[in-house]
């Protein structure tokens, strides 16, 4: 009696526990400030501070959110935030927690922006920048090859990105006209599939 | 008007980026170097370099960077950058955050049924494509040297490109510290050894 008695307190303390917003602020804050390369080099400080650290989720609810913020569009990393932030807090927590996502990064960004004009003439930067600038189109041409093993690309639908690179390299079509396109025909032809009872 | 166009551009790049921070950089390619003309080729490797070495997510740097640079060029003074930026960086965010809430809310496992998975396999295919355009279109004297007129600076520029690549794709080197790793190579041989 007394045992289920204390089990139930307990259980309920934990509902009640509201996540601060200025602690979901920080804890975002440092996310986003502490990670160089992008949002996938966030996930495991994410992991850290929300699961392991803070225990806002369980290890198996941010795999999921990991998986539904791949899938959606935007920015990953912000797509982390806002559904971690809503289910934390709701609509104030997603706005808490976005913008501590991105507000240093914009503010570093803004301050290296206003520098860069007055950096541009100085012959040091310049040599630096072009040592620079071949290895930056390099780590673009990169994940083209890293992203087509991961998206299962064979020799039945390599067509695909084929021409759609060809289409915006020479052609000068919109990407966007392209995605448009992907994404009406890749959603019939699932429709298709589901009817005959196959899946890509 | 410079700010109404930046919000819809960026309204619009960031609901259709489907493939990460790579594929962010080649929409804002097409939307801001080639449609609209807000900064060059140059200026776009140069951003793509300096987003890449600041903290945050890629997207949200570049989105910053590119609306600070569009008013630039489009001749305002540096607090309308200031603001161009936060409103290319917020606008981006706006309907994929609309988005993500509603699927939260309503239907969180939609990306599990069948048609929406075989959609974003598609959609993730074809994003590959777009980035080898995005990379395709950089290949140019902009960020190479011209093969004749500066034949040092081209043949150069292939060597760091080549060494760059197999590092980042066979090695996995980190992209930070290949970008410091080709900035000092910069620095060394056109500072040092070649001056011009």
Redesign the interface.
């Known amino acids: 009696m007394e045992n289920s008695e204390v089990t139930k307190t307990n259980a309920n303390s934990q509902a009640d526990k509201k996540v601060g917003l200025p602690a979901l602020f920080s804890s975002f804050c440092k996310i986003g400030a502490f990670t160089i390369g992008g949002g996938y080099a966030m996930i495991p400080l994410m992991e850290k501070e929300l699961v392991d650290r803070h225990q806002w989720v369980d290890r198996e609810t941010f795999m999921d959110v990991l998986s539904l913020s791949q899938a959606m569009p935007g920015v990953f990393a912000v797509n982390m935030a806002s559904n971690i932030g809503y289910r934390l807090r709701g609509i104030a927590g997603t706005v808490t927690a976005v913008l501590g996502n991105i507000l240093l990064p914009i503010v570093i960004i803004i301050l290296w922006a206003t520098c860069f004009k007055f950096l541009s003439g100085n012959p040091i930067f310049e040599a630096i920048f072009k040592g620079i600038r071949p290895a930056v189109v390099a780590l673009i041409a990169s994940p083209v090859f890293t992203m087509a093993m991961t998206a299962n690309l064979n020799w039945r639908n390599a067509w695909i990105p084929a021409i759609a690179a060809l289409l915006i390299w020479l052609l000068g079509v919109s990407p966007i006209l392209i995605i448009i396109a992907a994404g009406v025909g890749g959603f019939i032809y699932g429709k298709y599939l589901e009817r005959k009872g196959e899946s890509l | 008007m410079i700010f109404l166009k930046l919000f819809y551009t960026f309204l619009?790049i960031?609901?259709?980026?489907?493939?990460?921070?790579?594929a962010?950089?080649?929409?804002i390619q097409?939307e801001v170097v080639?449609?609209n003309g807000w900064m060059t080729m140059?200026e776009f490797?140069?951003m793509?370099?300096?987003?890449?070495?600041?903290?945050?997510?890629?997207?949200?740097?570049v989105a910053?960077?590119a609306g600070?640079?569009a008013v630039?060029h489009a001749g305002y003074s540096?607090p309308m950058?200031?603001l161009g930026?936060?409103i290319a960086?917020f606008s981006?965010?706006l309907?994929?955050?609309i988005?993500?809430?509603l699927?939260?809310?309503f239907l969180?496992k939609v990306?599990n049924q069948?048609?929406?998975?075989?959609?974003?396999?598609?959609?993730?295919?074809?994003?590959?494509?777009?980035?080898?355009?995005?990379?395709?279109?950089?290949?140019t004297p902009?960020?190479?040297?011209s093969p004749t007129e500066q034949t040092t600076?081209f043949i150069i520029?292939?060597i760091?490109?080549?060494a760059?690549?197999i590092a980042?794709?066979k090695f996995k080197v980190?992209?930070?510290l290949?970008?410091v790793?080709?900035?000092?190579?910069?620095?060394i041989?056109?500072?040092l050894i070649l001056?011009?």
Do not use: C, H, W
């Open positions: 619009r960031g609901i259709f980026n489907f493939g990460g921070g790579y962010m950089i080649a929409l097409n080639t449609r140059q490797v140069d793509v370099a300096v987003s890449q070495m600041t903290p945050g997510p890629i997207g949200i740097n910053t960077y600070y640079s630039i540096v950058a200031i930026s936060f960086s981006v965010i309907l994929p955050v988005a993500m809430l699927v939260t809310k969180m990306q069948p048609a929406v998975q075989t959609m974003l396999k598609t959609l993730r295919i074809v994003f590959v494509g777009l980035i080898a355009a995005a990379a395709l279109l950089l290949l902009e960020s190479f040297g600076q520029s292939v760091l490109f080549l760059t690549f980042a794709f980190s992209p930070i290949l970008l790793l080709s900035g000092v190579a910069g620095y041989i056109y500072g001056p011009a």
